[in-house]
Nanobody
Framework: VQLQASGGGLVQAGGSLRLSCAGS????????SAWVRQAPGKERELIAA????????WYARSVRGRITISRDKSNYMTWLQMNSLKPEDTAVYYC?????????????????WGQGTLVTVSS
């Protein structure tokens, strides 16, 4: 399974970005999707997750209300819509996936990772 994240870039504070994650390399369903970010000098932070069943997303408190995770199950695409971006959102953003029943809100439960895409928010 390979995950390819894209869509990062430079944006001014208050702006928006939409990140994409394309999955390939096999048939893997059901699967839970997630986005994780790592700011400079900080640990990775799970910010959004979407379970296969129920489609009720989970969001970290730091981004709740400003981001939306979505997915197309049929072609293994996951997106992260980010609005009202702040300089503290500057980070490398990774998409991740898991295929077991472990909780979706723990970063350690995700076994498949994309390579990351850099988001820089200027003030």
């Amino acid at each position: 399974v390979q995950l390819q994240a894209s869509g990062g870039g430079l944006v001014q504070a208050g702006g928006s970005l939409r990140l994409s994650c394309a999955g390939s390399g096999g048939t893997f369903s059901p699967y839970d999707s997630a986005w994780v970010r790592q700011a400079p000098g900080k640990e990775r932070e799970l910010i959004a997750a979407l379970p296969w069943r129920g489609d009720r997303p989970w969001y970290a408190r730091s981004v709740r209300g400003r981001i939306t995770i979505s997915r197309d199950k049929s072609n293994y695409m996951t997106w992260l819509q980010m609005n009202s971006l702040k300089p503290e959102d500057t980070a490398v953003y990774y998409c991740a996936m898991k295929t077991d029943s472990a909780p979706i809100d723990r970063i350690s439960n995700y076994g498949y990772w994309g390579q990351g895409t850099l988001v820089t928010v200027s003030s």
